[in-house]
C-alpha cells in the first residue's frame, strides 16, 4: 500500500536555526497537510495545501513557518529560527481528494523535532 | 475557535472489557472521522461519518454520529491488547468548505492482559 514518507526520523537542532522537514506523499493525493503533536498532547492542524498554494493554515503557522512543493514529488516544512517551544513531533499527510469527500488523511511516521 | 473535546481522557481496562470515547464539538459538524493512533506512531484512518445519527460497525467497533451532528462515540466490545492507542475523532474546522480537519483531545486506551 502507498505510503506517506517522512525525512528525517529525527532532527536535533540549536535555538535560532532554521530546520526543513521533507514530506513525499502519495503520488496520486493532490492535498498535502503538516500537523504536529507535542509529546502527548493532541495533533494539531498547522497547514493545508493544494494547487501550489496554501489553502488554510492556523495561528500557529506564523511568519517563521513556510511550506514547499518544490518539485512534482517533494512536500516541505520550513522553520526559519525555531524556539524551544517547536519541539514536537511533526507529521505530514495528504489525501486524494478533499477529506470532506471521504477521503481520510494519510499520515506519514513523522519526524521528531528537538530544539535545544 | 472551534474546540473538539473528548472523554474520557484516559481509559485503563482489562482485557475482554468494553470500552467508549466520546466526542464532542463545539460546533456543528458535516462529518467526523476518527483515527487511532498506536504508541509512538501515527494517526491512522479508521472511518467517516456523514449522516445524522449514522452508526457504523468494523468488527468490534461501532461508531455512531449525534442526530445533532455535535457529537459522535467509539465502541469497542471485548477489547484485546491490539485495541491500546490514542483514539482520536476529527472534523472539518470553521464553517463553510474548510480543508482543515481538527482533532479532538483523544482518548488513551490501555488494555491489561
Known amino acids: 500500500e502507498p505510503e506517506v514518507t517522512q525525512t528525517p526520523s529525527h532532527q536535533v537542532t540549536q535555538m535560532g536555526q532554521e530546520v526543513i522537514l521533507r514530506c513525499v506523499p502519495i503520488?496520486?493525493?493532490?492535498?498535502f497537510y503538516w500537523y504536529r503533536q507535542i509529546l502527548g498532547q493532541k495533533v494539531e492542524f498547522l497547514v493545508s495545501f493544494y494547487n501550489n498554494e496554501i489553502s488554510e493554515k492556523s495561528e500557529i503557522f506564523d511568519d517563521q513557518f513556510s511550506v514547499e512543493r518544490p518539485d512534482g514529488s517533494n512536500f516541505t516544512l520550513k522553520i526559519r529560527s525555531t524556539k524551544l517551544e517547536d519541539s514536537a513531533m511533526y507529521f505530514c499527510?495528504?489525501?486524494?481528494?478533499?477529506?470532506?469527500?471521504?477521503?481520510?488523511?494519510?499520515f506519514g511516521n513523522g519526524t521528531r523535532l528537538t530544539v535545544t | 475557535g472551534q474546540q473538539v473535546m473528548q472523554i474520557p481522557q484516559y481509559q485503563h481496562v482489562q482485557e475482554g472489557e468494553d470500552f467508549t470515547t466520546y466526542c464532542n464539538s463545539s460546533t456543528t459538524l458535516s462529518n467526523i472521522q476518527w483515527y487511532k493512533q498506536r504508541p509512538g506512531g501515527h494517526p491512522v484512518f479508521l472511518i467517516q461519518?456523514?449522516?445524522?445519527?449514522e452508526v457504523k460497525k468494523q468488527k468490534r467497533l461501532t461508531f455512531q454520529f449525534g442526530e445533532a451532528k455535535k457529537n459522535s462515540s467509539l465502541h469497542i466490545t471485548a477489547t484485546q491488547t491490539t485495541d491500546v492507542g490514542t483514539y482520536f475523532c476529527?472534523?472539518?474546522?470553521?464553517?463553510?468548505?474548510?480543508?482543515?480537519?481538527?482533532f479532538g483531545t483523544g482518548t488513551l486506551l490501555a488494555v491489561q492482559p
Open positions: 476529527a472534523g472539518p474546522g470553521g464553517g463553510g468548505a474548510t480543508n482543515k480537519l481538527i
Open positions: 503520488s496520486n493525493h493532490l492535498y
Open positions: 499527510a495528504s489525501s486524494e481528494a478533499w477529506f470532506s469527500y471521504n477521503s481520510p488523511l494519510h
Open positions: 461519518l456523514v449522516k445524522s445519527g
